[in-house]
């Protein structure tokens, strides 16, 4: 998703990512996919080593004055530092010219699937990027977009029966998740009836994991595209790499038959209504009753306070949620289901819109938030409770009283529980709650003391804050 549309268009969009009729295809070709797979219910699902994961999404084009692949891997140690997991590459592929939007165009116009973008560097130094980031521990998934290439791809000339066509044979603009017409004038929509596309897209997709070592793929518009094609192209791939990853850009339960992970969009907005109080924290109870009856324990979700499209197109999470960017990204972090995601830049503060069609360098001599970010994916990575997925504890609310804004839970796995209370007000509060199940001895995970937790007490939250307790 890459245009600047307002924030409930994309809110709607995102949350019913269903596939178009144009690329509709026979339920009985779903279900013989879907059946070769297992649910991600079920933990061997996801490759092990995403267990306890946090992601960390890197804009080439914008993370250096460079802006190449070779000044970024000199950030790589500092990113391991961080305590990030994952690193996902924007596309790193050449951008073509047709149409182009702004200068330097969207990278997600892509006119060749296996070539690395001159701006950015060579293949080789691609793979001296994922070279390191392996050297430091990190995975690395790359960005793909399947839903449309560039106009000057070579399978518009090679291969037009690829395309999908407007009625006086012209190729038609992209669309988006749900089928809808985008200002994405620089993109062309692939058609996915055609047996042979789907052949050659996964072809491109396995040479990246074969020339380059690649971890996974983040996939753009993944709503747009049949979920039996990324069945497929999962089964194919895992083949030859049983531990690959796959993120996708939707938010529709279904596409969990093939993705590890989708966008967390419905919680997302719902955090910035509830940072600029237009919403009340009571609605979380609703988006987690929902998320748990339509996902269940086992589906990772993506949550973020930012990413390209929210940096972009609707501001830094300084302009969307204010002081209260630290209790989003705190209950982000630490809600059930949960791999976090952390944008370029936000380690440093900073609050610019990022120009997306233009080179825009990131600012890094802003306030350091890593600190806090560094504790925060600390606690994710020692706490069982907070595990991805299906290897972490069940959430349970705990009923509060004194405090409108603030959201308490629990989460217990074994012996291990974690305690989060969020305040989104902008005055500090002392609440009573009630609730915890397992009372005792819990070390305030911040502050760094002691602190006794009955089933029953009272918590002091500072304003726009935060109180994390872990046993």
């Avoid at 996801?46 to 267990?51: D, E, F, G, Y």
């Avoid at 983040?218 to 094609?229: I, Y």
């Avoid at 989104?424 to 937790?453: E, H, M, S």
Wanted: proline fraction near 6%.
């Amino acid at each position: 998703m890459r245009a600047a549309l307002p924030p409930m268009t994309v809110a709607l969009v995102i949350l019913a990512c269903n596939p178009s009729a144009k690329n509709a295809t026979t339920d009985t070709a779903v279900a013989t996919s879907a059946a070769a797979t297992k649910p991600s219910t079920d933990p061997s699902f996801h490759p092990a080593w995403s267990k306890n994961a946090v992601i960390y999404e890197v804009n080439v084009r914008q993370y250096t004055p460079e802006g190449t692949l070779a000044a970024l891997r000199p950030h790589i140690p500092r990113l391991k530092a961080l305590g990030v997991d994952i690193l996902w590459l924007m596309p790193v592929q050449p951008i073509g010219v047709r149409n182009r939007k702004g200068k330097l165009g969207s990278y997600y116009a892509i006119s060749d699937y296996t070539a690395v973008n001159p701006e950015f560097g060579t293949l080789a130094d691609f793979k001296a990027v994922v070279d390191a980031a392996h050297r430091q521990g990190l995975k690395v998934v790359l960005d793909w977009v399947a839903n449309h290439t560039a106009f000057d791809h070579e399978w518009v000339t090679s291969h037009p029966d690829f395309y999908e066509r407007k009625p006086d044979g012209s190729l038609m603009n992209a669309r988006d998740n749900e089928g809808h017409e985008t200002d994405w004038t620089d993109v062309a929509e692939l058609q996915y009836t055609n047996a042979a596309l789907r052949q050659a897209m996964i072809g491109e997709m396995k040479w990246w994991v074969d020339s380059t070592g690649i971890d996974g793929f983040r996939c753009d518009v993944a709503g747009g595209v049949p979920t039996d094609f990324w069945v497929d192209a999962r089964m194919a791939l895992k083949a030859a790499r049983p531990d690959l990853f796959f993120l996708a850009e939707a938010e529709d339960p279904a596409i969990h038959a093939a993705f590890d992970m989708t966008y967390g969009w419905d919680l997302h907005h719902l955090l910035n209504a509830i940072a600029q109080g237009k919403q009340s924290v009571s609605a979380l109870d609703s988006y987690f009753a929902k998320n748990d009856s339509l996902y269940g324990p086992g589906a990772y979700r993506m949550y973020f306070t930012s990413n390209h499209d929210e940096n972009s197109w609707n501001g830094s999470e300084f302009e969307r949620m204010g002081a209260n960017h630290k209790p989003a990204y705190i209950l982000n972090a630490t809600a059930e289901g949960s791999m976090p995601l952390l944008y370029s830049g936000q380690e440093v503060s900073m609050k610019k819109r990022l120009r997306f069609f233009e080179k825009d360098t990131i600012d890094w001599r802003g306030p350091s938030l890593a600190e806090f970010y560094r504790s925060l994916f600390d606690l994710k990575h020692t706490q069982p409770a907070l595990a991805n997925g299906p290897w972490g504890g069940r959430q349970t609310k705990l009923e509060t009283a004194g405090g409108k804004a603030v959201y308490a839970f629990s989460r217990t796995q074994d012996t291990n529980t974690v305690v989060v209370a969020v305040n989104f007000d902008a005055k500090p509060v002392t609440v009573t709650y009630r609730g915890l199940t397992r009372a005792g001895a819990y070390r305030d995970w911040f502050g760094k003391t002691p602190v006794t937790l009955g089933d029953s007490g009272r918590i002091e939250i500072p304003a726009n804050g935060y109180r994390v307790f872990v046993r």
